[in-house]
Nanobody, 125 residues
Framework: QLQLVESGGGWVQPGGSLRLSCAAS????????ITWYRQAPGKARRALGC???????DYVDFAKDRVTISRDDANHTVSLQMSSLKPEDTAVYSC???????????????????WGRGTQVTVSS
């Protein structure tokens, strides 16, 4: 089973930005569609967006203006960039691997995909 690891979380001031990375030890993520999810305290998991193996992306409405998902070709990893951070962006951010982005919005409901353990992002002053 693919073991995903997220990195780059931490504390960020409101208005700041973050860059998270998703990798798999010893395995390239190039063949996989990668979705980024987040789970805020006391709330359900929510998908942010997905990147196909060919680089096509799709984002949920609330993330479109502030989120960019991209592939790092040199390291065969996937990154999430998020700007204009607000306290309500505080959450555990996770990446998920699947064969395509077809069902990325419901991976958490269908119990499919290979999930990382997540990285905590805290937005506060």
């Amino acid at each position: 089973q693919l073991q995903l690891v997220e990195s780059g979380g931490g504390w960020v001031q409101p208005g700041g930005s973050l860059r998270l990375s998703c990798a798999a030890s010893g395995v390239s993520l190039d063949p996989y569609a990668i979705t980024w999810y987040r789970q805020a305290p006391g709330k359900a998991r929510r998908a942010l967006g997905c990147i196909e193996p060919n680089g096509d992306t799709d984002y949920v409405d609330f993330a479109k203006d502030r989120v960019t998902i991209s592939r790092d070709d040199a390291n065969h990893t996937v990154s999430l960039q998020m700007s204009s951070l607000k306290p309500e962006d505080t959450a555990v951010y996770s990446c998920v691997a699947d064969s395509s982005c077809r069902r990325y919005r419901v991976l958490h409901l269908e119990g499919v995909g290979s999930w990382g353990r997540g990285t905590q992002v805290t937005v506060s002053s």
